[in-house]
């Protein structure tokens, strides 16, 4: 079986190399040059924890190859995956730009019969779109080669990509055509030994189905931080409100953690894509809008605790960051927090120390204001007024107290994650905030 997977990013990287890793001969292609001359170097273009030790194995093996060019490797494939980006248009709709230039490539190039399977999360609708631009390419081209599409999203998390992708929950497959299914399923049957479920849908169910996750799911955050604000207030403990609401089986206890809102590449996107599709079709998804406005408030909590605790003045006040990735195990910082609340630090005229284990290398393209990222977490609270926790990467569980509160001028701790043990801080000395634990009404 040879198969393409066309864009190598987060999704495309690690569908090719786990595709590659079951025996399969995978090709991917991406239009940007110096990412696949890096790939062709074993140079990995983003940080996913297990990704480069597969991508190794395989190019060694001769399994896994990058090329910029869909045209010269076309022959004799199964089934092209498109993994390209559907960023935020101007309005809020997912952009389709790069799907349908891929689309009329595909059209332009295909010899023989072969599956097209978008696996970038796009609208109902979009896998329509794709089939029009391969025929009219195909057309333009004076050609007539036998094609299906396919839609089939991907629920990998970041961070977590190697395992979701080779042990996954579901895999959701849309299709109208039983060749095409059959190709399918031959494709993921390899990873039947971990026991996932295949579920054959119609194509606009399977495209709706991805973004009814990622709205489920984020309204689940926005959810639990609106109860977290209430419970601040009247005194209740976020962290024993989740164990209590989790352990009912109908709720379940997992994404339900308050923090200071939810980032990344998908949520923020999909959430807007899926109210735009709603209010295009005469169907305002209001739920949405509430989801939307809850994490936007979120995202600046921590900031504005701080602020009231500094009595409203932050200037030249000396404040430590530790994590800036949008969460743990990853170098991503599309729409992570802490690029708002730096914004927002500085505006103020505090002076921000950072540490991140692994983004430091990507927060230059998304933080444009004066920072001091420091190479290690203790050098960042040298002089620190305040330390705030961004993001709960493991290395910050358990740090050395002691030193902690040695290199900070005020031992005052921000914990936008809910990691640490209030009881134990404040024993050792420390102020310490957290998101959902009202101090005002202890009994
Ligand atoms: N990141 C995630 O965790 C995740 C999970 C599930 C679904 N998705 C969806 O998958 C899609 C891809 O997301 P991503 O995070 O991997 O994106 P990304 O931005 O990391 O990567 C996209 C890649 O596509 C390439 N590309 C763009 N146009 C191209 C073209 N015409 N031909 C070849 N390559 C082209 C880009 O150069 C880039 O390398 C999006 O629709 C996203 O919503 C993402
Ligand atoms: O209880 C929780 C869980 C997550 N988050 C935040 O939610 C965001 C998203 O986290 P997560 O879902 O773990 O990461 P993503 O890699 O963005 O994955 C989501 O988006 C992907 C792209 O569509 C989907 O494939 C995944 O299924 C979906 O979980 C992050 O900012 C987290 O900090 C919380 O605040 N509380």
């Not at 190399?17 to 399969?24: E, F, P, R, T």
């Not at 993921?188 to 799911?217: C, H, Q, V, W």
């Not at 406005?293 to 009231?308: A, G, I, P, W, Y």
């Not at 926790?389 to 040695?406: A, C, I, N, S, Y």
Request: with cysteine.
């Amino acid at each position: 079986m040879k198969i393409i997977v066309v864009g190598t990013g987060y999704v495309g990287l690690v569908t090719g190399a786990c595709l590659s890793d079951v025996g399969v001969e995978v090709v991917c292609v991406d239009v940007d040059q110096q990412k696949i001359e890096n790939l062709n170097r074993g140079i990995l273009p983003i940080y996913e924890p297990g990704l480069e030790e597969i991508v190794h194995r395989n190019a060694q093996k001769g399994r896994l190859t990058f090329t910029t060019s869909i045209k010269e490797n076309i022959a004799e494939t199964d089934a092209i995956f498109i993994a390209v980006g559907t960023p935020e248009g101007e309005d809020g709709s997912a952009d389709l730009k790069y799907v349908i230039a891929v689309a009329d490539e595909i059209g332009t190039y295909l010899e023989d019969y072969a599956v097209i399977i978008t696996k970038s999360t796009v609208p109902v609708g979009s896998s329509l779109k794709v089939k029009e631009a391969i025929a009219d390419s195909m057309k333009r081209n004076g050609k007539s080669i036998p094609f299906d599409v396919a839609s089939n999203p991907e629920f990998l998390k970041e961070g977590a990509a190697i395992s979701d992708f080779m042990s996954p929950d579901r895999i959701v497959v849309g299709v109208n055509s039983e060749r095409a299914g059959k190709v399918i399923e031959q494709i993921y049957k390899p990873f039947l030994l971990n026991g996932y479920r295949m579920i054959f849908m119609d194509i606009p169910s399977a495209e709706m189905t991805k973004y009814a996750a990622n709205a489920m799911l984020a309204t689940r955050i926005s959810f639990m931080n609106d109860i977290a604000n209430l419970c601040e207030i009247l005194g209740a403990d976020i962290n024993q409100v989740r164990n209590g609401i989790g352990s009912d089986p109908r709720i379940g206890n997992k994404f339900l953690y308050a923090g200071i809102g939810y980032g990344g590449a998908c949520f923020p996107k999909d959430v807007k894509a899926l109210m735009k599709t709603g209010a295009d079709n005469g169907h305002p998804l209001r739920m949405l809008e509430v989801v939307e406005e809850v994490n936007n408030r979120q995202k600046l909590v921590l900031f504005h605790k701080l602020k009231n605790l500094m009595k409203g003045d932050l200037k030249d006040k000396k404040i430590a960051i530790w994590g800036l990735s949008f969460k743990p195990q990853t170098d991503d910082m599309r729409e992570a927090p802490s690029i708002l609340i730096i914004n927002e630090l500085i505006k103020e005229g505090a002076k921000v120390n950072a540490y991140d284990p692994v983004a430091i290398k990507e927060v230059h393209r998304y933080i444009t204001v004066p920072v001091n990222y420091t190479d290690d977490e203790y050098t960042a609270l040298e002089g620190a007024d305040a330390l705030l926790l961004l993001t709960e990467w493991r290395e910050f569980r358990l740090p050395d107290w002691g030193k902690v509160k040695e290199l900070m001028t005020n031992p005052l701790i921000l914990d936008g994650r809910n990691i640490y043990n209030e009881k134990e801080l404040e024993s050792l000395g420390f102020e310490y905030h957290c998101i959902g634990v009202g101090k005002a009404m202890k009994i």
